[in-house]
T-cell receptor, first 112, second 113 residues
Framework: KAGVTQTPRYLIKTRGQQVTLSCSPI?????VSWYQQTPGQGLQFLFE???????NKGNFPGRFSGRQFSNSRSEMNVSTLELGDSALYLC???????????FGDGTRLSIL | KQEVTQIPAALSVPEGENLVLNCSFT??????LQWFRQDPGKGLTSLLL?????REQTSGRLNASLDKSSGRSTLYIAASQPGDSATYLC????????????FGQGTELSVKP
């Protein structure tokens, strides 16, 4: 069974640009969550989607947005990139609330 | 506001030693607690999940315990091996916040041959 797939693995952008990251969950998983990991702040929750609806949102500015499609695949968008957005962005999927979350290998985003 | 703390931040042990990693949380109203390992440059691998009604879970050489009332969990690793070297993270989910996980800062484990 394929795991969580995130694309691309690496991205380099400049300040002011926007970026879209993609996540394909494990087959049958309907919940997808996104996290930002930085050396200073650790892992921080961005948002969660379930059946195409945003169910939870973390404390990030409106520049961070996401969506989920009918096949449960999810995308995350960051607009007007800032240097502080450089991080590893991780996606996780689960069958339902209370079930283990399974993570992809992440997208490493570097802002120049 | 829920906060998760892991002590120690780093740990180095010789191969074969049994060890305990600690995780504490400030609000006992958790839904479950999950332990992960993260290898450098990789995502997180789920190790064990303990529901709030459970006291412990075991998988192979790993045993995780949960004491909700005191806000503590421990991950016990028996007979450590160099392949166990990684960062270990604990995370809690909150009753009314669905799949949102709140993570500790992790314990970086190094097992020396």
């Amino acid at each position: 069974k394929a795991g969580v797939t995130q694309t691309p693995r690496y991205l380099i952008k400049t300040r002011g640009q926007q970026v879209t990251l993609s996540c394909s969950p494990i087959s049958g998983h309907r919940s997808v969550s996104w996290y930002q990991q930085t050396p200073g702040q650790g892992l921080q929750f961005l948002f969660e989607y379930f059946s195409e609806t945003q169910r939870n949102k973390g404390n990030f500015p409106g520049r961070f947005s996401g969506r989920q499609f009918s096949n449960s695949r999810s995308e995350m968008n960051v607009s007007t990139l800032e240097l502080g957005d450089s991080a590893l962005y991780l996606c996780a999927s689960s069958l339902a609330t209370g079930q283990p979350q399974h993570f992809g290998d992440g997208t490493r985003l570097s802002i120049l | 506001k829920q906060e998760v703390t892991q002590i120690p931040a780093a740990l180095s042990v010789p191969e074969g030693e049994n060890l305990v990693l600690n995780c504490s949380f400030t609000d006992s109203a958790i839904y479950n607690l999950q332990w992960f390992r993260q290898d450098p440059g990789k995502g997180l691998t789920s190790l064990l999940l303990i529901q709030s009604s459970q006291r412990e879970q075991t998988s192979g050489r790993l045993n995780a315990s949960l004491d909700k009332s005191s806000g503590r969990s421990t991950l016990y690793i028996a007979a450590s091996q160099p392949g166990d070297s990684a960062t270990y993270l604990c995370a809690v989910s909150i009753n009314n916040q669905g799949g949102k996980l709140i993570f500790g800062q992790g314990t970086e484990l190094s097992v020396k041959p």
